[in-house]
Every structure is written in C-alpha cells, then in structure tokens.
C-alpha cells in the first residue's frame, strides 16, 4: 500500500521527453512493435489448386487454409475428384511455429518494455536520471532486444520462405495424391507477412540506434562531476 501511494506521490506527468530523441524513437519502437507482432500472429491464408476434368468448368477445387503459428501438418484437406470421390486427408508439409512463434514473443516483450519505461520516461522522469542505474539497466535491455530483433527477423525471413515453399500451389500439385490429375491456382496472399518482417528489421534498426541516445544519458558518456572552472569556483585562494 505504502509503495502505490509513494508511486503516485512520485508521478508528475512531463510530455518534454517526446520532444527529445530518447522520448520520441522509443515512441516509434511501440508503434513497430505493435505492427510487427500483429502483422505475423493474426495471419490466416488459403492456397488453390484444381483437379483437372474434361471440361473446365467442372475441375473440382481444393482451398487449403493455414494460419498462424504455420504448424502446417495441422491443417488436412481432401482432394475431390472428377467421379465426386474423396481422397483421404492430406497435410501441408512443414513446421515452422519455432521461428514465428519467437518473432510475436520478443514483439510483445518488447512492446511491454517500452509501455514501462515511456511511463518512466513522461511520470517519473526525475527517478530516472536521479541515479546512474536506470539509463544503464535501460541502455542494456534496449542492446538486448536491439540483438533480438536481428535474430528473430532473421529467422522469422527464413521461416517465411519455407511457408511460401510449403504452401506454394505448383508445389502442392506434385503430392502423390495430386500428381498427374491437378493444376495450380492462386498464390496464398503474403503481403501482410512481408510486412511483418519488414518490420521487424525496421524494429532492430530502431532498437540499435536508441542505444546512442541512452547511452548518452549514462556517466560512461559525460563526467556527472565535472571540475569547476575558474568563474564557477570563484579565485584561487592565496
């Protein structure tokens, strides 16, 4: 009880750091990290493909779905034919929820870190910079996920190439239970997932170029004693 009360006590709401580099990337940080964790977690797509009959208009379509988190072997389809017949289920192929799985996770932390540190940053401005401990404990966590955001986009870049592979029609038409009998239709619709890791590049290029504004606010940049000049520490005494 005694903490909340002296956390509000200590709350004094100042838009100033927004005006400033520190204030303003880490707003923009927010912002990308909302759009790349929701770019890739929300995503639904459908592939197409056809089996082919002696007239068009009665090939048999076949729509296999996938979402994310792209564990591709959970979603089975049937293949119908000319006759009406049903195959078995068939799979997509491939596991890829490793890779998108780590992308959404070090989007959200990292959208929840920046929500603490710019309610540190606007209400308690003063604890922040009272001592050295908060601009260096906030100069590590941002490296750190600066160094996240690499590895997790980058992965996530190649993830999203095997999805394309794996989901890809004139892929899908060279099961065995296709082969022979079924053509290719429309691509899945990528573009959001493009996106996704387009931002999650521009995330890490965010999260590395902060690290020179906070490191600016941590005495391993500026001396936080610095020796009095002669107008400020008055004559030399003889």
């Given amino acids: 009880m005694d903490t909340v009360q002296n956390l509000k006590a200590g709350f004094s709401l100042d838009l100033g750091p927004l005006k400033e580099p520190l204030g303003f990337i880490r707003v923009l940080e927010w912002v990308f990290t909302i759009f790349a964790f929701a770019t890739t977690g929300g995503y639904s797509g459908v592939t ?28 089975p389809y049937q293949i119908t034919t000319c006759n009406g017949s049903r195959s078995n289920d068939t799979f997509l192929q491939g596991d890829f929820s ?5 992308f959404v996770c070090v989007g959200v932390f990292g959208f929840l870190y920046c929500t603490v540190t710019l309610i540190l940053y606007l209400g308690y401005q003063n604890i922040y910079r009272q001592t050295s401990r908060g601009p260096i404990v906030d100069l590590v966590v941002t490296a750190a996920f600066a160094f996240l955001w690499l590895v997790c986009s980058s992965a996530w870049g190649k993830g ?25 239709g429309e691509f899945p619709s990528m573009g959001r997932l493009n996106a996704s ?42």
């Fill in 160 to 184: 999203l190439t095997d999805v394309k592979w794996a989901t890809n029609p004139n892929q899908l038409i060279q099961t065995p239970a296709c082969k022979g009998i079924c053509e290719a």
């Fill in 98 to 102: 490793s890779s998108a799985e780590f």
């Fill in 48 to 75: 197409h493909f056809s089996v082919k009959c002696e007239k068009p208009e009665d090939n048999r379509p076949t729509n296999p779905v996938f979402s994310y988190p792209f564990r591709l072997p959970a979603y």
């Fill in 197 to 238: 890791v387009i931002f999650g590049f521009l995330n890490l290029i965010l999260w590395a170029s902060n690290c020179w504004f906070i490191y600016k606010e941590t005495p391993f940049h500026k001396d936080p004693n610095p020796p009095a000049t002669m107008e400020e520490g008055g004559a030399p005494e003889p």
